[in-house]
């Protein structure tokens, strides 16, 4: 059973730091375009960030760009999120996902998905 599990969510006033990790089993973790989205409320899925677990390409959704660190490690089957200088409008619930925004539309009937965490900037 294909399994992807997010922590790291919370509170942080803006200008702060966040680490998110999704940690996975279930299926082989190299060689994957690994995904994170976000959701903020009563807005659509956007991506954030994608790494291929088997070269470590990276790609930043422009909002994020010079923030964001996303990086994976495939002995831990787990990829993370560093979020710096968080921003009120990074507010959302983050998921990681596998294959789930294929030619960069998210859709969460597709590839596999975690039950997200809550990340919340605010003063």
């Known amino acids: 059973e294909v399994q992807l599990v997010e922590s790291g969510g919370g509170l942080v006033q803006p200008g702060g730091s966040l680490r998110l990790s999704c940690a996975t089993s279930g299926f082989t973790f190299r060689f994957n375009w690994m995904y994170w989205v976000r959701q903020a409320p009563g807005k659509g899925l956007e991506w954030v960030s994608r790494?291929?677990?088997?070269?470590?390409?990276?790609e930043y959704a422009n909002a994020v760009k010079g923030r964001f660190s996303i990086s994976s490690d495939n002995e831990k089957s787990t990829m993370y999120l560093q979020m710096d200088r968080l921003k009120p409008e990074d507010t959302a619930v983050y998921y990681c996902s596998r294959g789930g925004c294929p030619n960069g539309i998210c859709d969460r009937s597709r590839g596999d998905w975690g039950q997200g965490t809550q990340v919340t900037v605010s003063s």
């Open positions: 790494v291929y677990t088997g070269l470590s390409n990276q």
